[in-house]
């Protein structure tokens, strides 16, 4: 599968609206699960989202239900993660993880599980 890099953080306000991108260098992403986690400087490694190797099953945390939106691009090399109502609360390193998967694995909200991972896109929200 390859590497993968995360891009598309930045310096906002809140309020703001943020697409962060996760590229796969080498094959494609099709057989893979691929969640977006992100770390704060005095927090653990939380889920944000995840979607599963078909795109047919999405899973949000609590903290940005009906803020965020994931998705696969249709080559299956590139899937995004879309926040809005950005909040200083969002403020962290977001990290994207995948995992080859049987067709039907459900979305795993753990560290553990995942294989790979980039090394994070830095999201600071201003109030």
């Known amino acids: 599968q390859g590497q993968l890099v995360e891009s598309g953080g930045g310096l906002v306000q809140a309020g703001d609206s943020l697409r962060l991108s996760c590229q796969a260098s080498g094959r494609s992403l099709r057989d893979y699960a691929v969640s977006w986690f992100r770390q704060g400087p005095e927090t653990d490694r939380e889920f944000i989202a995840g979607i599963s190797r078909r795109s047919d099953a999405l899973e949000y945390a609590d903290s940005v239900k009906g803020r965020a939106t994931i998705s696969k691009d249709n080559a299956g090399k590139t899937v995004y993660l879309q926040l809005n109502n950005l909040k200083p609360d969002d403020t962290a390193t977001y990290y994207c993880?995948?995992?080859?998967?049987?067709?039907?694995?459900?979305?795993?909200?753990?560290?553990?599980?995942?294989?790979?991972w980039g090394q994070g896109t830095q999201v600071t929200v201003a109030s």
């Open positions: 993880a995948s995992r080859r998967t049987a067709f039907f694995a459900a979305i795993e909200r753990t560290t553990g599980p995942y294989h790979y």
